[in-house]
Nanobody
Framework: QVQVAESGGGLVQAGGSLRLSCVAS????????MGWFRQAPGKEREFVAT????????YYGDFVKGRFTISRDNAKSTVYLQMNSLKPEDTAVYYC???????????????WGQGTQVTVSS
């Protein structure tokens, strides 16, 4: 059974960068679309970015505005989220998830990681 695990979160100052990684184990993720979501305390889970199984198609949440980039390396069963120009409002737990098809809605995703905390200080 495939599992995914996120890493790369941490504390960063506003304007800084982080790169999150999501590694799959148990089975390759090359046939899944992959997505990143985030959830801040007291808020609903929010779509961040998604990428098709081939990497040819990507979508981003409106708030990203060119600051984040999602990518994948199927040979390494890894998906990345490069986050630049981070703002305090980006503070949240970031989750990686897998879906049979590219999607922006959490309900479309069938496999979730445990999340990694990102904290952006002002």
């Amino acid at each position: 059974q495939v599992q995914v695990a996120e890493s790369g979160g941490g504390l960063v100052q506003a304007g800084g960068s982080l790169r999150l990684s999501c590694v799959a184990s148990g089975r390759a993720i090359s046939t899944y679309a992959m997505g990143w979501f985030r959830q801040a305390p007291g808020k609903e889970r929010e779509f961040v970015a998604t990428i098709s199984w081939s990497g040819a198609t990507t979508y981003y949440g409106d708030f990203v505005k060119g600051r984040f980039t999602i990518s994948r390396d199927n040979a390494k069963s890894t998906v990345y989220l490069q986050m630049n120009s981070l703002k305090p409002e980006d503070t949240a737990v970031y989750y990686c998830a897998a879906s049979p098809q590219i999607a922006t809605i959490p309900a479309e995703y069938i496999l979730w990681g445990q999340g990694t905390q990102v904290t952006v200080s002002s």
